[in-house]
C-alpha cells in the first residue's frame, strides 16, 4: 500500500473500536516449531503442523513435513490450492515443473496430481493453503477418501489429547 501525504498521522494507530464479531488474529511465531509434538502425524514420515483452520470458510493453511522419498498421495482439489516451498523440494508425476525452496505454486480447481519427493531429498516442508477438501483418488478416478478442515480439526483434537497438550491446543489455529 502506497504511503500518502493525505494522512498526516500516520503513525497513530486506529482509534475506533473493531467490528463486534471480529474475528481475533493468529499470530504463530515460530511457524516451524521447535517442538515437533506439534506436528501432527499423517502417514508415516508425514506430519503436517496447522496454522489456520477455518470452519467458516472451508479452507486450511498448514505446513506438510515430508522425512522420506516416494510418492505421497494421489489426490483431486475442486477448489484452487497455493503453496511456497520452504525446504527441499518435490513434484507431482502428472507435471513436468519442479517445486523447489523458494518457489510457489497454484494449483487449479479440477487439479488431480500425485505428489513425489525425490529420493535425494532427505527433508520437505511446504507450506499450503488448501480450499474445500482433497479428494484421493486411484489412478482411474475412483474415490479413496478425503480431507476437509473438519478431518483436520479430529486428526489434531486426537494427537494432541494424545500426547498431553490436550483436545484444545488446536483451538489456537480454529477460526
Known sequence: MPLTD???NPRIPYQLPFPADAQQEIVVPQAIPEDDRV???QAENVWFRPLCL???QGYWVNLLKVRKAGALSRHRHPNPVHGFVLKGRWH???HDWTAEAGGYVYEPPGETHTLVVPDDVEEMITLFQVNGVMYYVDPWGKHLGYEDVFTKIDMCRKHYEA???GRDYVDRFIR
Open 39 to 41: 506436528w501432527v502425524p
Open 92 to 94: 507431482y508425476l502428472e
Open 6 to 8: 493525505k494522512d498526516e
Open 163 to 165: 500426547i498431553g497438550l
Open 54 to 56: 477455518n470452519r467458516s
